[in-house]
């Protein structure tokens, strides 16, 4: 192992000479701080998106697909017959998110908006790739950059976003940890051994305390 290396993250840099650094400012990383939650308080917030739409007098726009979050926040907010939501999907004509989103909209009568822009020229992508890369840590493949060109149309229609995407990212986490660390548990039906790894926090292997090999 290798210690005393430093992650340069979004804002830092490195400056060598003869092999022999001059300067380097690695900046921190940022990291989301949660504190304690419940259910009550998770609807509470989604409330707060509902009734801030109705104070600016602007529409919820619900990125749709077919994945279990998001239909979850369209159940909550659909129960609300005074919430003024729509939704949004983009992506290719024949993608399963596109397809169950349409479904499910014209099922239950509400507006649904498709977005599947052209490709942007490779040169107009560049700059924004390499900002998003930096700040995003490399936690995102680059194409998903691609995804951002949307935002500003819908913004532009003065909607409030809701998006369930990071419930997606989470309990992906959770599932790889619960395979990795607490497969045989599960096989037994012993549930307290794989639920520590629910909360596991991963460690950034640039920090500045340990490094690779």
Request: proline share 8%.
């Amino acid at each position: 192992m290798r210690h005393g290396i430093a992650r340069l993250g979004p804002g830092g840099y490195a400056a060598f000479r003869g092999g022999q650094p001059l300067k380097t400012i690695p900046s921190t990383p940022w990291l989301p701080s949660f504190g304690p939650t419940t259910a009550a308080s998770t609807l509470e917030l989604l409330a707060d998106y509902a009734e801030s739409a109705r104070n600016h007098r602007s529409m919820l726009s619900l990125g749709l697909s077919g994945g279990l979050d998001s239909r979850v926040l369209l159940a909550h907010y659909t129960r609300n017959p005074d919430c003024n939501i729509v939704t949004h999907t983009f992506g290719n004509a024949g993608d399963p998110d596109v397809l169950i989103a349409k479904q499910i909209t014209a099922t239950l009568g509400i507006q649904h908006r498709y977005l599947n822009d052209p490709l942007p020229e490779p040169l107009a992508c560049i700059s924004g790739i390499s900002s998003y890369v930096a700040q995003t840590l490399v936690t995102e493949p680059c194409s998903s950059y691609l995804k951002l060109r949307y935002y500003p149309t819908l913004r532009e229609d003065g909607r409030i976003l809701v998006d369930g995407g990071f419930g997606e990212i989470a309990r992906r986490q959770y599932f790889n940890r619960v395979v990795r660390f607490g497969r045989r548990a599960v096989f037994r039906r012993d549930a307290p051994p794989p639920s520590p790894h629910a909360f596991a926090q991963g460690r950034d292997l640039f920090a500045r305390t340990h490094g690779v090999a």
